[in-house]
Nanobody, 114 residues
Framework: QVQLVESGGGLVQPGGSLRLSCAAS????????MGWYRQAPGKQRELVAR???????NYADSVRGRFTISRDNAKTMVYLQMNTLKPEDTAVYYC????????WGQGTQVTVSS
């Protein structure tokens, strides 16, 4: 059974940085397009970044230039480096395949506030 475990969230001031990690079992990170999603209170979950097995990256307009997605196939890890964080980045962040194939993990809370 595939498990997705996100970590690395926290409270950070505007302009700060965080690095999120996703441990994906079953070697799915080396097989499928992987993505980071987020869900803010009262809003739908949205895809903010994705990376193909070949390393091609795509970003939502709202995070392009500030976030960087990467993947370590050998360790089945997916990362999201988030820089220049803004209050509107506050959300629970999740990883999953693109399109979504597996149950969601517990996510990791990112709060950007002064």
């Amino acid at each position: 059974q595939v498990q997705l475990v996100e970590s690395g969230g926290g409270l950070v001031q505007p302009g700060g940085s965080l690095r999120l990690s996703c441990a994906a079992s079953g070697s799915i990170a080396s097989i499928y397009i992987m993505g980071w999603y987020r869900q803010a209170p009262g809003k739908q979950r949205e895809l903010v970044a994705r990376i193909s097995t070949g390393g091609l990256r795509n970003y939502a307009d709202s995070v392009r230039g500030r976030f960087t997605i990467s993947r370590d196939n050998a360790k089945t890890m997916v990362y999201l480096q988030m820089n220049t964080l803004k209050p509107e980045d506050t959300a629970v962040y999740y990883c999953n395949t693109v399109p979504v194939k597996y149950s969601w993990g517990q996510g990791t809370q990112v709060t950007v506030s002064s």
